[in-house]
């Protein structure tokens, strides 16, 4: 079984829509969560951290259930320029480095 | 603030050539680096992690090698190149301590031929 995984998508949505992405983990020693954003052929970004309590950064929601082990990703209002994929990510310490597994990502195509 | 640099950005070596990929971190101190490699389509596969100069950890067997031989610089190198290299290669840097997210250069793109 792979450390973190997700739907691979597509999903395609039309603009204004609400989509969610879910992601499991398997390590339950898992300390801290995050959800990155990479575009086509660049970078990873840091899009947020996740929260046990659940956090919200204007359009998007992240929320985790250490219980079940899965984090989820909700984008309200989707736009054009939501369209990318979406990478859950796990953390293990590992003594004082942060050991990130990262899902295969979440393909998301926003159309007018 | 703080800024990572990654170069080159596109690179294309033939099978059996060494390889030297760099990777400089500025605005802090004591970082945590890593390399991961993303391959065609894939997931990002951590590669190499350092906590310090010259502390490396290897996550998996392979043709790479890495080194720190400053606080804020990280280096991968290969004597000779693979098919199997081929890939995008990104460096990142992390706060060395809690559970800090990563911060990535804008990546190298290796084609080995």
């Known amino acids: 079984r792979k450390e973190v995984e997700q739907d691979p998508g597509p999903f395609n949505v039309p603009e204004g829509a609400t989509v969610a992405f879910n992601c499991t983990y398997s390590?339950?020693?898992?300390?801290?969560f995050f959800w990155y954003r990479q575009d086509c052929r660049k970078e990873p970004k840091l899009l947020m951290s996740?929260?046990?309590s659940g956090n919200e950064d204007g359009r998007f929601t992240a929320q985790l259930n250490r219980a079940s082990q899965y984090i989820s990703l909700l984008i309200r209002d989707s736009k054009l320029s939501d369209s990318a994929t979406y990478l859950c990510?796990?953390?293990?310490?590992?003594?004082?480095?942060?050991?990130?597994?990262f899902g295969t990502g979440t393909r998301l195509q926003v159309t007018l | 603030s703080q800024t990572i640099h990654q170069w080159p950005a596109t690179l294309v070596q033939p099978v059996g050539s060494p390889l030297s990929l760099e990777c400089t971190v500025e605005?802090?101190?004591?970082?945590?680096l890593y390399w991961y490699r993303q391959a065609a389509g894939r997931g990002l596969q951590l590669l190499f992690y350092?906590?310090?100069?010259?502390?490396i950890s290897s996550e998996v067997p392979q043709n790479l090698s890495a080194s720190r031989p400053q606080d804020r610089q990280f280096i991968l190198s290969s004597k000779k190149l693979l098919l199997s290299d081929s890939g995008f290669y990104l460096c990142?840097?992390?706060?060395?301590?809690?559970?800090?997210?990563?911060?990535f250069g804008n990546g190298t793109r290796l084609t080995v031929t």
């Open positions: 990142a840097w992390s706060k060395g301590f809690g559970n800090s997210p990563l911060h």
């Open positions: 390590n339950s020693a898992s300390q801290s």
């Open positions: 996740v929260y046990s």
């Open positions: 990510v796990v953390n293990r310490r590992a003594g004082t480095a942060s050991k990130l597994t």
């Open positions: 605005g802090t101190s004591n970082p945590n």
């Open positions: 350092s906590i310090g100069i010259g502390q």
